[in-house]
């Protein structure tokens, strides 16, 4: 692995060890270019506070963390800076706005719920309503088309346990939509290595038939997460399972 875009930090209270520490491990496992891609703040009406991810307030110090780190490390590893965003509908272009402020390289899309997190279910939360996966299908494919994302991590996180049929229908429309907009669907390491419900073997069955290009990410939670060496094997094995191409591109896909 030489390239990993998919890697968090401590400012989402669920990841752990410093940003030096994650840029160590990349270049100790020869990884030649790391894009940190931090949960993103959002910008939710008033009050709401979101536990999984930086505040407004640590926007600033996170990009001038990975400045400072790019200086010091710069002929050894390329650094990005990059967020994982979901797409709601409603808050985005003021996130996004948000997020601009400041220096930004790329933004992956995790569509950890369907439309918005204030009273919802997680996308990972086990469903059978069709309206739910309509949702979540229905959200991606709107971030597909707003040009905004570099790639779609975990594009399979929506645990939807309802008919086999109505499942291949609408995850065919969001691989459809991908291959047209050449935005690359990511194999989630992190969901290998332990085991999770995703990367679910349907999705990539479709993902496939379509022809659609994969990326691997780390999904970094902590330090020695990056480019560890199962989690690639076992990723491989995936891809290779279904005849999945994977790409390394050394640069993402720049937020413009
Ligand atoms: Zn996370
Ligand atoms: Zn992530």
Known sequence: MKANYHTHTYRCNHASGTDREYVEYAIQRGIEVLGFSDHSPYCFPDGYYSGFRMTHEQQKEYVESIEALKDEFSGKIKLYIGYEMEYYPEYVDKTVELIKSRKCDYLILGQHYRKTEIGQSSSSTPTESESDLSDYVESVISAIKSGLFFYIAHPDVMNYKGDIDIYREYMTRICQCAKEHDTP????????????????????????????????????????????????????????????????????????
Not at 230 to 255: C, N, S, T
């Open 185 to 256: 669907l990511e194999i989630n390491l992190l969901g290998l290595r332990e085991g999770r419900f995703y990367p679910v073997d349907e999705f990539w069955r479709i993902a496939a038939k379509v022809g659609n290009k994969a990326i691997f990410g780390c999904d970094a939670h902590r330090p020695c997460d990056v480019a560890e060496e199962e989690g690639i094997m076992l990723g491989k094995k995936y891809a290779d399972k279904f005849g999945i191409e994977v790409i390394e591109p050394m640069q993402p896909r720049f937020l413009k």
